[in-house]
């Protein structure tokens, strides 16, 4: 895959450690390729500022890089997971894109000794957070494969989607599915409106099995991804 709309420059101030929290068991998303599936989501969308949810969110780290990074195009963001531990890294995470709490991290790492790169990352991060619109952000835990707990998330605004799946390694499925990538599938496009994009990275091929064929299909290093175009539903 090519990088069309995600420069060529250092993501070394989003990335895993420097500023965002991480935690073993908690697998990261290249910030990079993150950007790059945003950009590219949001032109097949057709949408300028947009909501995106991250139905797997485990610590945060799309939704969080790319309210960081790309605040001017988003509208507000949603994380979610089933797992409670994921939600608790999540929010600290969701909280560093805002000024106060980019603020209080730095405040923390100085508390720290030889974080003199971290420190002037948090600086460059709290100058585009103090410069682009607040970006609205809301968590919750949800089960993905499951259209009941799915239809009471709040998903008005939401036009992307970004779903990095578990691989089965540091985080695994929580589902009983036989193909939980396609009932996720089918559940996030149940309950998205159409236009919505979704967009689904996964390192196990295998687990694609039973998913529609994609409107986009790239490869990333290990990891295969599909893009997906909700359509109106048609008219029987
Ligand atoms: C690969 S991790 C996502 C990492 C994330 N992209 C990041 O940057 O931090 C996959 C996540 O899927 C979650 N998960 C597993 N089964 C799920 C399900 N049925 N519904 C929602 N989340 C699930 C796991 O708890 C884990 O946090």
Not at 61 to 90: H, K, N, Q
Request: charged share 25%.
């Amino acid at each position: 895959m090519r990088f069309e709309y995600a420069p060529d420059e250092s993501y070394q101030d989003v990335g895993g450690g420097q500023v965002l929290h991480s935690a073993p068991g908690f697998p990261g998303f290249p910030a990079r390729l993150a950007l790059e599936l945003f950009e590219r989501a949001r032109v097949l969308a057709g949408t300028g500022r947009v909501g995106l949810w991250d139905p797997m969110c485990g610590a945060g780290g799309i939704v969080a890089t790319l309210a960081l990074l790309r605040r001017d195009a988003l509208t507000r963001v949603l994380a979610s997971d089933v797992s409670d531990r994921a939600l608790e890294l999540a929010v600290k995470n969701l909280r560093l894109t805002t000024p106060e709490g980019l603020a209080q991290r730095r405040g923390q790492l100085r508390a720290q000794s030889a974080v003199t790169g971290r420190l002037e990352s948090v600086d460059r991060l709290l100058e585009k957070v103090r410069r682009g619109p607040p970006v609205p952000a809301d968590l919750a835990r949800a089960d993905a494969t499951d259209p009941a707990d799915v239809a009471r998330l709040d998903l008005a605004g939401i036009g992307v989607v970004i779903a990095d799946l578990p691989y089965g390694t540091q985080a695994d499925w929580s589902s009983e599915a036989p193909t939980p990538a396609a009932r996720t599938l089918r559940t996030l496009a149940g309950a998205l409106g159409a236009g919505a994009v979704i967009v689904l990275s996964t390192v196990n091929r295998e687990d694609l099995r039973g998913c529609p064929p994609a409107l986009r299909s790239f490869k990333h290093g290990r990891r295969h991804l599909r893009m997906y175009r909700v359509e109106e539903p048609t008219a029987r």
